[in-house]
């Protein structure tokens, strides 16, 4: 502790943090003061003001619900798809199942059928960070060129993206679990197939499940604006909403975006409690 | 059901046993409402339009645009999405430290520092700003960033400062809920020592609860800056600054050579980022 006390590393990193302020702070020509000063007042202000009352009327509240329906929808559908892209593509990036550690301690692996395993690994591993680098938003635009408007393209976009995530994650789960289960298999003439069944899987789906539901309580918030590149949901709606200066029906949309993001929180917080 | 085997504890078996069909028939359920609402149709990636879009979308990739006028529109962009994060998460910090102190159950009403408080303080001046720190954080937070670029778009106009402006409310909501779930978690020991030596409530601040909660605090700021990088990147599909402005453009004009130079540049920066700060967290946690 001691040691790491004395060492320059802590003012080096703060003073480099302290310079990227700084440069950051120029480059956004961010200016508080001009916010917080009378102008910039009164431009929130009239803002705010113009949002409220929300638009409370029947049409504009059946047009919300079906939003928010269509928003949840899309997150719910979009997690399940990733979880079903992630899954295989994770099994197939676990290093202990195809070319490393316990159960290819004793029986080398001929030099074809090691490059064969490495190969696999590697493009699933360049698969799935493909998956995650492009954001959502993108795979929406991707999506709707292809298929067309609609939440099918917000499902899709989801899906990939939050594939990769996922898969990222259930890799380093696969491959953080208790070895020994997997050498007692292993030594008992058990087959690939039964070790992830039976070694592996049963010690991850916790955490497996953990992540799946925080990532749908990331895509709510996702899907509620893809709408926003024509991926259907809320985001659709509030795009058409601000475009047209409709404040007093974007304020509605918007009290629907919180209702259904505090909803799926609460249901994903309390599967999470009941399931794990 | 009702041939439950120990009565006395009918109820808790009953509900424990009833859960698993509740749950599969409402997954189910959703599931096929799901699919209809969402008007889920994989024949449509299967058509002949789409696959000759894809063709076109995949060969209009190759090769990357990476000539130099290009690139040379994409620097500042780059540069500019960078700053947003950084300057977005530490607004979002300014507005997270004070608001979730008060959004802190065991600072500013319940537990070892309020036990010799009389009641109706400790809800007038507790509870109530406590309650308030809550709500604004948890509207910070539930409304996306994208939606709080849009409106702030339209509040400040177009450029990096609504940009900053979103991430900076919307991860002070996020940041502002976690600081005040890892004070909530600390040791109460030290707390308890620290008053019975007769030390002030800032004290016991100072002394017991932060040193305790800053590692923690240090590493959620600086993942959430790794993802505030992502945010920025592409806040610009609003008007709000950045590559996402640039990639917004080149895949309205079905410029797909230079979609795919932005997000390999996208993919480097987020990488980068991501090797930096895991070093600093391993640094700071340990």
């Given at each position: 502790m001691d040691a790491v006390r004395r060492s320059p590393w802590p003012w080096l990193i703060l003073t480099g943090f302290v310079l990227l302020i700084v440069w950051s702070y120029r480059g956004t020509q961010v200016d508080l003061g001009m916010l917080l000063g009378s102008e910039g007042r009164s431009q929130i202000a009239t803002y705010v003001t113009k949002l409220f009352?929300?638009?409370?009327s029947m049409t504009m509240l059946r047009e919300a619900g079906v939003g928010a329906v269509e928003t949840f929808a899309i997150s719910f559908l979009g997690s399940l798809l990733a979880v079903a892209i992630a899954f295989p593509l994770s099994v197939l990036t676990t290093r202990t199942l195809l070319y490393r550690g316990i159960l290819h301690e004793r029986h080398h692996l001929s030099p074809l059928s090691k490059g064969i395993r490495v190969g696999i690994y590697g493009t699933a591993k360049a698969l799935l960070n493909l998956f995650r680098t492009i954001p959502e938003i993108v795979w929406a635009l991707i999506f709707v060129f292809l298929?067309?408007?609609?939440p099918f393209p917000g499902v899709l976009a989801l899906g990939f993206h939050t594939g990769g995530v996922l898969g990222k994650l259930f890799g380093e789960v696969l491959e953080d679990v208790n070895q020994r289960p997997i050498e007692a298999l292993g030594s008992t003439g058990a087959g690939r197939l039964s070790i992830l069944l039976y070694g592996i899987l049963p010690q991850a789906l916790p955490q497996f499940l953990s992540y799946s539901l925080y990532r749908w309580e990331v895509n709510i918030r996702a899907a509620a604006v893809?709408?926003?590149?024509?991926?259907?949901?809320?985001g659709q709606r509030i795009h058409v909403a601000i475009s047209l200066f409709l404040e007093n029906q974007l304020l509605t949309l918007i009290l629907a975006v919180y209702v259904m993001v505090t909803l799926v929180d609460w249901l994903s917080s309390a599967l999470r409690r009941r399931l794990i | 059901m009702n041939s439950s085997p120990t009565a006395g504890s009918a109820g808790r078996f009953q509900s424990k046993s009833a859960f698993p069909y509740l749950l599969v028939f409402f997954f189910l359920l959703s599931l096929v409402l799901s699919i209809r609402v969402a008007q889920v149709d994989p024949r449509l990636l299967f058509e002949p339009a789409a696959l000759a879009n894809l063709g076109r979308f995949i060969r209009g990739m190759?090769?990357?645009?990476?000539s130099r006028s290009f690139l040379s529109v994409l620097g500042p962009a780059l540069v500019e999405t960078i700053q947003i994060s950084v300057i977005g998460t530490l607004l979002a910090c300014l507005l997270a430290i004070p608001l979730g102190l008060l959004a802190t159950s065991s600072l500013t009403w319940s537990g070892i520092l309020h036990e010799r408080r009389e009641a109706k303080r400790r809800w007038l001046l507790g509870f109530f700003p406590y309650a308030v720190a809550r709500g604004l954080l948890s509207i910070f937070r539930s409304i996306p960033e994208f939606v709080w670029a849009f409106m702030f778009v339209r509040a400040v106009?177009?450029?990096?400062f609504p940009g900053v402006l979103a991430i900076g409310v919307a991860y002070g909501g996020m940041l502002g809920k976690v600081y005040s779930e890892i004070l909530e978690g600390v040791d109460p020991r030290p707390l308890e020592a620290l008053r019975a030596s007769g030390a002030t409530t800032l004290g016991i601040v100072m002394y017991g609860l932060l040193p305790q909660a800053l590692p923690n605090v240090i590493s959620y700021t600086l993942y959430r800056w790794e993802c505030a990088i992502r945010a920025s990147a592409i806040l610009?599909?609003?008007?709000?600054?950045?590559?996402g402005q640039q990639v917004e453009l080149s895949m309205r004009m079905f410029q797909f050579n230079e979609v795919i130079t932005i997000l390999a540049v996208l993919f480097v920066v987020v990488a980068s980022v991501d090797l930096l700060s895991g070093k600093i967290r391993a640094r700071v946690v340990r």
């Open positions: 009352p929300p638009d409370l298929v067309g408007l609609g893809l709408g926003f590149v024509g991926a259907g949901g809320l | 190759f090769p990357p645009e990476l106009g177009l450029g990096p610009g599909f609003v008007g709000a600054g950045g590559l």
